[in-house]
C-alpha cells in the first residue's frame, strides 16, 4: 500500500480548524472562540477573536503563546504548500 504524506495532512488539518481548537484548550470562553479565514491568491488570513477577559491568555506573557501559535500555523501551513498568517484581533 502506497502511503501518501501530503493527501494525509490535507485532510487532517484545516489551517482554521487547527487555530480554533488551541484557543478553545487556553481560554475560560471557548464559547467566545471565533475563526474566519480570509484567503487571497498566495496567503491565508486567520482572524482570531476571543472573549475580552481571554485576550490574554491568546496572547501570553511577553507574546509567547501568540508567537507559538503563530510558529505551528506556519509550520503546518509550510507542509501544505500555503501561508498562512494568524491575526488576533480584540
Known sequence: MVFNENLRW?????????IEYIAKVLVDNPEEVSVTE???EQTSVIELRVAKE???KVIGKQGRTA???RTILGAASTKMKKRSVLEILE
Open 38 to 40: 480570509l484567503e487571497g
Open 54 to 56: 481571554d485576550l490574554g
Open 10 to 18: 490535507e485532510r487532517m488539518i484545516e489551517m482554521k480548524e487547527l
Open 67 to 69: 508567537r507559538a501559535m
